[in-house]
């Protein structure tokens, strides 16, 4: 795909410029066409194809705007060129002046958005073209942003925890490698000696990784690049980020407020769906590839595959093992009483409250296991150093 640079001329006789991505100038020219524009000139484009990805507290900021803008009424076209003029990144401005660009010109939301599918969040368009028929914009965006916000904050918890401990653990990491490489190499023969090199298993051990401390260190940072990279690959493919997401759900604690994030996310977004007018296999099938997990992306397939071959909600779902019975049934209800959209969006604010819950509860345990671990570490380490003269001032007591 290239990149070409055109202006042209609105039904309304207004001048524009930007850029489109096609396979050739004719397609470009088609495109443009499509669009309803009267195209002026048309040239492949100089530079080379900017980032277009966004960072998350910038989209997060820019949702909350778009939240509050669309509350006065104002036609999202109009107020997307508005907050495009108080943007600060240019990246940013220019994506969103883009957008506006293609929505005056009658492109349709949805087709708008996917063009920039990298920059912003999947069914991101969709929700948007679903607050409008519903004129529930503004409550959608704002469940959005709170989901962002759940799982940013998630990620910050995890970080605060582990950043108190990370440090300490570095300071001593290198106190204990200067003792290691320094003292240890000169007092160990003189230790050994006091106690006619009968040394304890512990001091045996640590004066023992001071011969090896430099390989150990070595070996260490080879494990976490090892551990680093197969991560990276594991996300490369289903089937590895589905191992991921099971390991993830393993761990105590984080694997519980993992799940109760991504079903939080596939409720709500089912409930946009919904709203939208979708059909239930399109539901299914979008919602849970909004929830970002592989295990529910694949259970969301078999659930609409189940319901297009004649089955209702509670009969499809016999497959289903990531997906709660309790969320099957209400969903089966919803369906029955036609209150489908409210029962999804109990299920998601429900699933938000556990999730928000499980963050305490990761906050109160993870910070005091990670103190715990390199308290502990270092207290064996300097006992290991001081326990041979104990033993000397044991040995001359008791001569005594």
Known sequence: MATFEYTAL????????????????????????????????IEPSRESKPKTSIGRTEFV?????????????IPLERAL??????????????????????????????????????????LYGRILKAGIETGRLSEMLTSLNRNLEVSGQTRRIVFEAMAYPAVVLAIGSVILTAVFIIIIPQFGPILREMVSGELNPLS????????HVVPFWISIGAIISGLIVALLLLSTFSGGRRFREWVFMKIPVFGTLYRSSILSKMAESM????????EMPTVLRLGSQASGSEKLLREGELLAAGVESGANIMEAGQV?????????????????????????????????????????????????????????????????????????????????
């Not at 345990?365 to 671990?373: A, N």
């Open 10 to 41: 609105t039904s309304t006789d207004r001048l524009m410029k930007g850029s489109i991505e096609a396979g050739s100038r004719q397609e470009a020219e088609q495109l443009l066409r499509d669009m309803q524009l009267n195209v002026n000139s």
């Open 61 to 73: 900021l820019f949702n909350q705007q778009l939240a509050s803008i669309s509350k006065t009424g």
């Open 81 to 122: 060129r508005e907050l495009s003029k108080d943007i600060v990144s240019k990246r940013m401005r220019k994506l969103v002046g883009e957008i506006a660009d293609d929505l005056e010109a009658g492109v349709d939301i949805v087709d708008a958005f996917e063009r920039r599918q990298k920059a912003f969040p999947p």
């Open 204 to 211: 045996a051990t640590f004066f023992s990784m001071a011969q």
């Open 271 to 278: 409930a946009i769906l919904v709203a939208a007018g979708a």
């Open 320 to 400: 289903c093992v990531s997906i709660p019975r309790l969320f099957l049934y209400s969903m089966q209800l919803g369906t029955q009483r036609n209150e489908l959209q409210d029962n999804l969006y109990s299920l998601g604010q429900m699933y938000s409250e556990q999730t928000r819950c499980g963050q305490g509860r990761l906050q109160a345990v993870l910070l005091p296991v990670m103190l715990i671990v390199v308290g502990s570490f270092i207290a064996l380490a300097i006992l290991a150093i001081f326990l041979p003269m104990i033993q000397v001032v044991q040995g001359l007591g008791a001569a005594g």
